[in-house]
T-cell receptor, first 116, second 114 residues
């Protein structure tokens, strides 16, 4: 069965600090997809990134970067020079595809508070 | 991506009543999903609603409690029936254009049951 673990329940940092959010997943499939979503206080889930299991290249998008390591089943998310607007709950998710469709599982989330 | 709207954005309901939540997408999509997010918790999939077929419910969710309609490729409704305070949650719809694909989420409906 698939599973996503985000061991950090809450993190607090001061503005301009770098912060890394951890995500560890479990799956028996060789083909799968990993995602990060942001949920600000307004409640809407905002898609940040998707990675497939065959692409281990790290990705950078502005202040955001993602480190995907299949050897450790991890897909960590780093925010550089954090800002107050980064305060949100961040969810890591795993998707497998079988003959019946897509199976999407979310981790428990990490609440990030960026203090001014 | 897709632009998704939900109605109502929030509601306060009395125990024993029912609420129907609407989800509208700005483009035709095959797959629509309904999730529940209880306070301080992660998202749990309630059901998958594909047009032209009955909704598929996840373990722990039943059609009598959460009936779903999917009349066309841009619209779906979720009804929360015979509500109790334990149903107080955020309900979110999401869409996927194809499997496998990113799911894009609506803004959610905050439900409080008194």
């Amino acid at each position: 069965a698939q599973k996503v673990t985000q061991a950090q329940t809450e993190i607090s940092v001061v503005e301009k600090e770098d912060v890394t959010l951890d995500c560890v997943y479990e799956t028996r499939d060789t083909t799968y997809y990993l995602f990060w979503y942001k949920q600000p206080p307004s409640g809407e889930l905002v898609f940040l990134i998707r990675r497939n299991s065959f692409d281990e290249q790290n990705e950078i998008s502005g202040r955001y970067s993602w480190n995907f390591q299949k050897s450790t089943s991890s897909f960590n998310f780093t925010i550089t020079a954090s800002q107050v607007v980064d305060s949100a709950v961040y969810f890591c998710a795993l998707s497998e595809v079988d003959n019946y469709g897509q199976n999407f599982v979310f981790g428990p989330g990490t609440r990030l508070s960026v203090l001014p | 991506s897709a632009v998704i709207s939900q109605k109502p954005s929030r509601d306060i309901c009395q125990r024993g009543t029912s609420l129907t939540i609407q989800c509208q997408v700005d483009s035709q999509v095959t797959m629509m999903f309904w999730y529940r997010q209880q306070p301080g918790q992660s998202l749990t999939l309630i059901a998958t609603a594909n047009q032209g077929s009955e909704a598929t419910y996840e373990s722990g969710f039943v059609i009598d409690k959460f009936p779903i309609s999917r009349p066309n490729l841009t619209f779906s409704t979720l009804t929360v029936s015979n509500m109790s305070p334990e149903d107080s949650s955020i309900y979110l719809c999401s869409v996927g254009l194809a499997a496998p694909d990113t799911q894009y989420f609506g803004p959610g409906t905050r439900l409080t049951v008194l």
